[in-house]
């Protein structure tokens, strides 16, 4: 080994799932979401120009921010905008979790977040979910050096409601505390998809706690993975230290295109709306069919299911589904080695997923 | 101020040149082409579709890693994309820098590199430029953590010669060099246009020195700063470090429409020549002109030159322009606070600020 190596950073990477390039793949593996994004977006890149393309990008992305802003009833000063939630995420564990006290999330959650850690050499110490996969609030009220969790949670699906999300803030003032909704759109019933926020957001404690960032994307609800738009939103404070710790990394890191796309996306609420009650509608009818063949989860309010089935291997069944085009994700981890977690397709596709499931379950059970 | 205040990494950013909106500004302050990209460009974003948009990029950006590396005439392993060149450098100083000694690079340089140093804690020693802002050899010679310089340097314009850059490398085989040419493509003259990479370029001692990284960018010569894509070519080692990385950060920084606008522009490499000489053509035509009017610089290698005049103050002469709307860059920093950064334009830009100037000096002289 050259010394020169001795001098570099070593890390351990995340996995991202798959992206084969498979004629008539079912993709149900990365938590896309299965309806193109709204019209006007296609459009907005359309009509991009060379000036757009030979100029820099406005580095502060206000029309963008300001767009989210009016989207989540806040100021724009309270909103910082970032490549896919994974950059904004990043860039708040290099700026928030800097005491070097360990900081907390749960042992099943985003595989993200100990690679991060990792990366930044920030310690850590998981704290296991119950039985049924829920954060035990107790095990976050101990000394730290900052805390996160998503809501719903990932790969679990799970959501903590409000007032437990509140009694963590509560017992949490001296560090930042990151709720990572990256799937919050879905925690909710179909009749409740024309409120926004939904109500089962943190975005409204961000005014009663200074120390809380909330982290929401485009990849999910808004059919938007491929375009890299994420977002925090917290107090004033929050967001200036955040753009500090941007500007400087890489002062312009949202392109033209991204930030006429996202701009587009959120002028078409009915669009939103519309795909969001389908998938929601999709999900509740799944869960129904995927329990009639015996498998098991727990209430997902996210745009996944995460089951597990008494009697079949998950490692096999995600093999079996595979050689049908059927990909779903399979995680080979401590107490999560026998669940999928499924993506919510379109109806069509989750009829062929379910289809597929039953002969399996059947002939497994003969 | 709230204890989680305490546990924030407080960083000082960098200030990127002002964009401001201003009708019929001539914005010569960021070294932006003022061409447009190549037409195809504009082509490739008008044919992205919804699922583009929806699915999240091949995280890898092998289409347009593999492009660029045919066009550096290497393999895709030896090709690390980025979101611009300072997305490339600030994974660089973080995966490559992290051995504690002291990095080194010039007193007067590219503005971010202590910016990130200071955000990773990275220890750092800048060696002075001599009176014609070239950097020295010798000082770095000395034990360090790592050596980083643009070629040319920014913002003086200034080239190192090939033999040169090997010397320093020569000298420095335990650290990673890396040597940063977001101008390379203007480091010639008009009539060697045609040659890819430049003669000047450090990317024939890839091949030759695996600790060497050599960054890129289509900001400039590719007239694409709005799409945010820069490159890092280096050994299949170096690039891997860089990778994992990267995936240990955000595995998609590269989205749909960079990936396939980036595709498009290396397709057309007449139009690119065509532009670059046009560029090369205005920038010694204007180096002329200056010197009539008292104007004294280094011969820069860029698509920028990096003026003072004896009889004037440079701020003042900033000031002035300003209020003309023709927008140049002005530092206030030690031994260049008398200095102007005039980004290369068109003709007639470039013509308009020449006789803004000439008035300037007449009337300063009289």
């Known amino acids: 080994m050259p010394n020169w190596e001795n001098n570099v950073r070593k890390a351990v990477p995340y996995t991202p799932g798959e992206q084969p390039k498979i004629r008539d793949l079912i993709k149900l593996n990365t938590n896309e979401n299965p309806y193109p994004p709204a019209p006007g ?21 206000s029309a963008l921010t300001e767009a989210i802003a009016k989207h989540c009833g806040v100021k724009a000063e309270n909103v910082f905008a970032g490549v896919g939630s994974d950059d904004v995420l990043a860039m708040s564990f290099l700026t928030f979790f800097a005491s070097g006290r360990p900081i907390l999330f749960p042992d099943i959650t985003y595989s993200f977040y100990d690679v991060w850690a990792q990366l930044f050499r920030i310690p850590f110490e998981t704290q296991k979910l119950d039985g049924d996969f829920r954060i035990v609030n107790r095990d976050y009220y101990r000394e730290n050096g900052g805390i996160i969790f998503p809501n719903p949670n990932a790969p679990t699906g799970v959501l903590k409601d409000l007032p437990e999300v509140r009694d963590i803030l509560e017992h949490n003032r001296d560090v930042v505390v990151i709720v990572d909704e990256a799937y919050i759109d879905f925690a909710r019933d179909e009749a409740s998809v024309n409120e926004h926020p939904p109500k089962t957001s943190a975005l ?26 994420g977002y925090a939103v917290g107090s004033g404070k929050l967001i200036r230290y955040l753009n500090d710790a941007k500007y400087s990394f890489n002062s312009y890191t949202m392109n033209q295109a991204a930030i006429a796309a996202g701009c587009a996306a959120l002028e078409d609420e ?37 089951v597990t089935h008494a009697g079949i291997s998950a490692r096999k069944l995600f093999a079996a589904l595979r050689s049908e085009n059927i990909l779903v994700r399979y995680f080979d981890k401590p107490r999560i080695d026998n669940y999928l977690r499924i993506t919510i397709g379109t109806d069509d596709e989750m009829d062929k997923l379910v289809e597929f499931c039953k002969r399996y379950v059947e002939d497994a059970m003969a």
């Open 41 to 61: 977006v296609l459009d907005a890149l359309r009509g991009l120009d060379g000036d757009s393309v030979r100029r820099y990008p406005d580095p502060a992305s």
């Open 270 to 306: 009915a669009y939103f709306t519309d795909c969001t009650a389908k998938i929601i509608r999709t999900r509740e009818r799944i869960k129904k069919e995927l329990s009639l063949l015996g498998f098991t989860f727990q209430d997902s309010a996210a745009n996944f299911l995460f």
């Open 204 to 229: 409204s404690l961000i005014g009663e706690f200074d120390n809380l960032l909330v982290v929401q994307t485009f990849s999910k609800s808004r059919s938007m993975a491929g375009m890299r738009i």
